[in-house]
């Protein structure tokens, strides 16, 4: 059970809380915008539909309904949407299979339901978030010609820059840079069949498509009289390509732009992506052997297969869809940034950016504010404290956001923008370049309404104004009200805000889906948690209720964010709140552990440094390589052996050593062993103990501080302080908080006397044979024996930093100019496979079987339609894709572990739900797997241990 006071964090919040009823002002001009009249169908499901329910409660809107899929609680029990618990009304909850549809004619067939939908119950408007059908040119339209006020940009801006290639065009009229490549694969494709004029003139009268022949004459270029052909076939639901076609064009581009750039990898994008989905890499030419010419052809065979990848996974490979794929330069330094714009159709407005380049797999996990009160106030402490690299980087941030905002106010102004979007680019150094325009709120957005709030001003009375801080509310008043809205002024409301994305994924980053979430400790203050309401208590019992994570949706489970009037600031208060966070449940695995780390390696490093997008397989890898020696060292054997060595050089206080050693052996090696336990956990410790601990030229290891302090910190640090009404699993035990307080107390009292905290120093003075003024000489013995008693141990802990310096986990650091200096081991492909899984061993197989390494849903082929990876009876060799499990949106090829010939696939069909570990394969191996004995695994961790004293 918790108490209401920590609940109101959650429910009542006044960082993103607050009444929004305009109807209560003084001023007629404000009440003018009121919105009670707008009765809203979501469309959406995640954390934003929960933000909206509230937003709109809060503008006094008492009418909305919510779209809830089959999905939700079908395919897994018990994951019934969690929003409900706040809406009361059951009619305004509507049932439909799925909120998008598998293909096109499913899609449009949703896109009228809804419309009945909202007709039937005498809704208005309709507001789709982010993700699923948000950026639909098709579904806006359709709701606009029904009559339904869509909440969000209408349908001319989402086809003009919605679409990745018309954005690029637009951008490129209006003197925004964009990154280097094709945008048109499909207009390339229709030409190389209908190559001029009058072909494509007489494949319109072919297929009867509505194209203007006036205006298809008086375009200039024949690209742009393809792309008009092209549209009225997409209006028509006809191909006039093939994919096959398209992917033969693409492979030839490819190998067009790696002759102009042939140092660098290129990135494939679905025009309809976003999410990180829809988007591949190609290999680097240079992992290819051979002249550049035969590299680059080995780099565009690869090409369709990716095509094809990508299509599926936009779900563009329908008779009528969009094909289009962009090819595009990959800026391999780049640093992912936006930003937020809003706009009513005759002013638009930038928020500031936000930097998302902490991501992986195109998936975004920690986002941080970018705003010029905050990087003006970092230039000026580097400028006091005469960091010179640090400034010059600094100033061109600053330079470099201005340019942002201004050309996303230009291009948002093109557009015809009239609600919010994402100016999305990519900074490489002192450059940057356009990538594209989410029109629609971002996941993250809230990383910029903590950091600004708009006043709307009456343009005739500025006595008359009200102000907005949520872009939900923006959103809304600006579908409303549209262009009768002043542009406003941006208001600063805290210099830095942080976003970090709890999603259900293994210690590896992938996806784990069907865990069920018992117990989630409440919101600290300060600490904004937005989730789909799994967090709402039972109303009537006040305990949290249990909450199964469907695989059907991406693996996001709740958006955590925390504010500062510095980054630093910000970044200190996330730390704190995943902390003190505790998640617990069945088959539960998050990412929660991972971003403590990860924050803490900030806080470690330098809290201004620039990670580019590559940033995180990387550190990945670091941690794995933590977790790799960790595996071979036995605390309690390193422990003894310590013991031991001190028992031989002093053998005539063998009783009190005794005793004393015993006294502390779980204070020192429980706190070890539960940082060996998590490497995620242990990375961010090491980060922020690294002054702690020194290494010697000969790799010897020693205390710079004292560690009866460190090894206090660290029970902090691990949120096991001693708390009485606790469970002893959870905490430090009482005998041992005892000692460690006994010895903390101690070390204050010695601190004063001697006139030093520098544990070097301290040190070297209690091992003094005089004794410090003030002191007698047995008082002064007493004293030494007890420094030795409760330093007695403590280099256990030292297998810390014997860890860290056996991995060179220092040499991923951050330089002077901020960038992020990541060792060329660490991006070796074979090494960052390997320790992904030390993260994440495998399922334990038998030596005649595949495991699913996940749960998910279970596909034999790359494709409907395609033959399967692999059939009964066939030879595969090590590294083969064998199948894909589909998990929480992503789609994961399986590759084989090992050579060998499948005897039986035991899964029946595709689109079956599988467990992690379920086999998949019989099948008979090349070769013998051996298996370490107890015995091997003993001298391992003997001969490790030998290692670790040898340091000490």
């Known amino acids: 059970m918790t108490n209401a006071t920590t609940t109101n964090h959650y429910l009542n919040n006044a960082l993103i809380h607050e009444d929004r009823r305009l109807k209560k002002s003084s001023s007629k001009w404000v009440r003018s915008f009121d919105c009670r009249k707008l009765r809203p169908l979501i469309i959406c499901r995640g954390p934003i539909r929960k933000e909206a329910m509230d937003v709109f409660t809060e503008m006094g809107i008492d009418v909305f309904g919510i779209l809830l899929s089959e999905k939700d609680s079908v395919v897994y029990q ?63 339209a359709a709701m606009e010609s029904a009559g339904l006020t869509f909440i969000g940009p209408c349908s001319r801006t989402v086809h003009d820059a919605g679409l990745k290639d018309e954005a690029k065009r637009t951008a490129l009229k209006v003197g925004v840079s964009v990154t280097p490549g094709i945008d048109n694969a499909t207009a390339i494709t229709l030409l190389k069949k209908h190559p001029d004029e009058a072909a494509l003139l007489a494949l319109c009268e072919q297929e009867a498509l509505n194209v203007d022949v006036a205006v298809l004459k008086q375009t200039e270029s024949m690209e742009d009289k393809a792309d008009l052909v092209l549209a009225a076939g997409y209006k028509k639901g006809i191909d006039l390509y093939t994919v096959e076609e398209l992917q033969q064009t693409i492979a030839e581009q490819v190998v067009e732009i790696g002759k102009k750039f042939p140092e660098n990898r290129i990135r494939l994008k679905a025009i309809g992506g976003g999410g990180g989905k829809g988007q591949r890499i190609l290999p680097s030419p240079s992992s290819f052997k051979g002249s550049q010419e035969k590299r680059l052809q080995a780099v565009s065979e690869s090409a369709p297969g990716l095509v094809l990848e990508i299509l599926n996974e936009v779900k563009a490979t329908g008779v009528g869809d969009n094909k289009n794929v962009l090819i595009e330069l990959n800026i391999e330094t780049t640093r992912h940034q936006e930003i937020q714009v809003i706009g009513n159709g005759e002013w638009t407005l930038a928020l500031g950016g936000r930097d998302c380049s902490l991501q992986m797999h195109e998936q975004k996990l920690l986002e941080v504010s970018v705003t010029t009160e905050d990087l003006q106030n970092a230039l000026a402490q580097a400028v006091k404290d005469g960091r010179d690299s640090e400034v010059k980087v600094l100033s061109q941030d600053i330079l470099t956001l201005e340019a942002m905002e201004q050309e996303a106010e230009r291009f948002g102004e093109a557009v015809g923008l009239d609600n919010v979007s994402t100016f999305e680019c990519i900074v490489d150094r002192d450059k940057h370049f356009f990538m594209e325009m989410n029109t629609r709120i971002q996941v993250e957005h809230r990383v910029t309404e903590l950091c600004y709030s708009l006043r709307f001003t009456n343009p005739d009375n500025e006595e008359e104004s009200f102000i907005v801080k949520s872009l939900v509310e923006a959103m809304v008043l600006l579908a409303t009200h549209g262009k009768r809205l002043p542009k406003p002024e941006r208001v600063p409301r805290f210099n830095a805000s942080v976003e970090a994305r709890l999603n259900a994924t293994n210690d590896a980053l992938a996806p784990h889906a069907g865990g069920i979430i018992k117990y989630w400790s409440d919101p600290l203050e300060g600490e904004i948690r937005d989730d789909q309401g799994i967090s709402r208590h039972n109303p009537d019992t006040n305990v949290f209720m249990s909450y199964h994570l469907a695989g059907a949706y991406d693996s996001n489970v709740a958006l955590l964010l925390t504010v500062g009037d510095a980054r630093l600031d910000s970044y200190q208060k996330m730390a704190e709140t995943l ?84 006294r502390k052996a779980l204070l020192l090696t429980r706190a070890v062993k539960q940082l060996f336990s998590n490497p995620h956990v242990l990375s961010g410790w090491l980060s922020i103990h690294k002054d702690s601990f020194t290494q010697s030229a000969k790799g010897k290891l020693s205390w710079q501080r004292n560690p009866i302090h460190v090894l206090d910190e660290t029970y902090h640090y691990l949120n096991m302080d001693f708390t009485p009404e606790n469970p002893a699993a959870r905490m430090i035990w009482d005998h041992d908080n005892e000692v460690l307080q006994a010895a903390t107390d101690f070390y204050k009292q010695v601190e004063d006397i001697i006139g030093t ?36 141990g403590n280099d256990v802990m030292l297998l810390l930093a014997h860890v860290a310096y056996s991995t060179e986990f220092y040499n991923l650091s951050v330089n002077d100019d901020l960038s992020i200096h990541i060792p060329d081991t660490l991006s070796d492909p074979d090494l960052q496979d390997a320790m992904a899984k030390v993260l994440v061993p495998p399922p334990k197989a038998k030596s005649d079987e595949i495991l699913a390494p996940s749960g998910g849903m279970f596909y034999a082929c790359e494709a409907p339609g395609l033959p399967a990876f692999i059939e009964e009876g066939q030879h595969f060799e090590a590294g083969q894709p064998l199948f894909i499990v589909e998990v929480m949106k992503m789609f994961n090829k399986v590759n084989a572990p090992f050579a060998g010939i499948i005897e039986k696939c035991l899964i029946e069909r595709d689109g079956e739900i599988i467990k992690k570990g379920q086999p998949i394969f019989k099948i008979v191996p090349d070769e013998k797997i051996e298996t370490l004995t107890d015995e091997q695994i003993k001298q391992i961790k003997a001969q490790a241990c030998s290692v670790f004293l040898d340091r000490i």
């Open 78 to 140: 018990n994951a019934l949407a969690p929003e409900l618990r706040q809406l009361e009304d059951s009619s305004r909850v509507h049932r439909v299979p799925d909120y998008t549809g598998a293909d096109k004619a499913e899609r449009e067939a949703r896109i009228q339901q809804i419309i009945q939908i909202a007709h039937e119950n005498d809704y208005n408007a309709i507001f789709a978030g982010y993700g699923f059908m948000a950026e639909d040119e098709t579904m806006v």
């Open 579 to 662: 902390r003190v966070t505790k998640l617990e449940g069945k088959d539960l695995s998050t990412n929660l552990e991972f971003h403590y780390g990860l924050v803490n390696w900030f806080i470690g490093n330098n809290i201004n440094a620039r990670p580019t997008t590559r940033f995180i397989v990387p550190y990945l890898t670091a941690v794995g390589q933590l977790k790799q020696v960790a595996n071979d060292l036995d605390v309690d054997q390193a422990y003894q052996a310590i013991i031991k060595k001190v028992l031989n050089e002093q053998p005539e206080q063998a009783k009190d050593i005794q005793a004393t050693a015993e």
């Open 757 to 792: 905290n520098d544990f070097v120093e301290l040190d070297k003075a209690l091992k003094a044979a005089r004794a410090p003024k003030g002191l007698g000489k047995e008082q002064w013995s007493a004293t030494k024996a007890a420094h030795a008693g409760y330093q007695l």
